[in-house]
């Protein structure tokens, strides 16, 4: 069961961002940017937390779904992970643009 925080998701971000991005890293990912209703600054207290994420050569052999539930536990929202290629291309570009550096 994930814990509330009682933070805004921006500022959940910016408070756990180190912790972030060593659980990236731990399943071998990097380059971590946000996406979806967290970048456009429409998301609220229901929102979910949308990653982008480019995955390395020795990654987790539970990748995506170890990254998604350690991220879910660390900050107590539902996660989606996705890389570029799991993209479907009708959103790539649009996922692309808004896309923001965590």
């Known amino acids: 069961m994930m814990k509330k925080t009682g933070l805004g998701i921006e500022e959940l971000l910016a408070d ?3 912790e972030i991005l060593a ?3 731990k399943h071998g990912a990097y380059n971590i940017r946000v996406f979806g209703s967290v970048a456009r600054h429409e998301a609220n207290s229901k929102s979910d937390i949308d990653f982008l994420v480019d995955m390395g050569e020795k990654h987790s052999s ?3 779904v170890g990254l998604i539930q ?3 536990d660390l900050l107590g ?4 992970v996705a ?11 649009r996922v692309l643009k808004e ?3 965590l």
């Not at 929202?77 to 989606?80: F, H, L």
């Not at 890389?83 to 570009?93: C, Q, V, W």
């Open 16 to 18: 756990k961002r180190e």
């Open 23 to 25: 659980i990236a890293l």
């Open 62 to 64: 539970w990748f995506p």
């Open 70 to 72: 350690d991220l879910e």
């Open 77 to 80: 929202r539902e996660v989606d």
């Open 83 to 93: 890389t570029e290629k799991m993209l479907h291309e009708r959103i790539r570009d």
């Open 99 to 101: 896309a923001i550096v």
